[in-house]
């Protein structure tokens, strides 16, 4: 089964003081790992995709990197506006009833002060 | 473009009563799965439908029941509701099965409260 977990579970940083949030996984064949940030009362919103150890993608502040055994979450100079809970989830190759399920982290919850 | 819609926002139902919840997803997007989302355990999927048709489903009793229409809009069913099927509701679509195209999109989730 696959299992995925989240670490640290809340993360309290300084405006400008970067830092990592990792997810290390358990899964049979990944097709993909996602990353996803979600704001108090709202749904997950997509960040990053990565399919392949070794893949690296960034938008912005953030910069998401993979292993065959971990993913990480790269947050440079975060601002206040940072703050929020980081999820990670898998997704593992087709085959089965599972195949278009996402199997979540329990998050990370980040909280960026002035 | 509007993102994926879910309705109603807010539910307080009674233990044993039944809920109906619904999910609009982004224009052209085929696929729609459904998650529950709580404290404790976290987000969990439930199932996933494509042309109209249930793909995939999680580990949940059969009380968790939906449905997917030809225009895409799915809904969600939970009968005989219990005291921890208290949770947030989230919805998510994608172009195509498994998330094909650009991966999930989510809505802002319904927040259903079991008393």
């Known amino acids: 089964e696959d299992q995925v977990t989240q670490s640290p579970e809340a993360l309290r940083l300084q405006e400008g003081e970067s830092s990592s949030l990792n997810c290390s996984y358990t899964v049979s064949g990944l097709r993909g790992l996602f990353w996803y940030r979600q704001d108090p009362g709202k749904g997950p919103e997509f960040l990053f995709t990565l399919y392949s150890a070794g893949e690296e993608k960034e938008k912005e502040r953030l910069k998401a990197t993979l292993t065959k055994k971990e993913s990480f979450l790269h947050i440079t100079a975060p601002k206040p506006e940072d703050s929020a809970t980081y999820l990670c989830?898998?997704?593992?190759?087709?085959?089965?009833?599972?195949?278009?399920?996402?199997?979540f982290g329990q998050g990370t919850i980040l909280t960026v002060h002035p | 473009k509007a993102g994926v819609t879910q309705t109603p926002r807010y539910l307080i139902k009674t233990r044993g009563q039944q809920v109906t919840l619904s999910c609009s997803p982004i224009s052209g997007h085929r696929s729609v799965s459904w998650y529950q989302q709580t404290p404790g355990q976290g987000l969990q999927f439930l199932f996933e439908y494509f042309s109209e048709t249930q793909r995939n489903k999680g580990n949940f009793p059969g009380r968790f029941s939906g449905r997917q229409f030809s225009n895409s809009r799915s809904e969600m069913n939970v009968s005989t509701l219990e005291l921890g099927d208290s949770a947030l509701y989230l919805c998510a679509s994608s172009l195509g099965l498994g998330g094909a195209g650009y991966g999930y999109t989510f809505g802002s989730g319904t927040r259903l409260t079991v008393v």
């Open positions: 989830a898998v997704q593992h190759l087709a085959g089965g009833t599972s195949y278009g399920k996402l199997t």
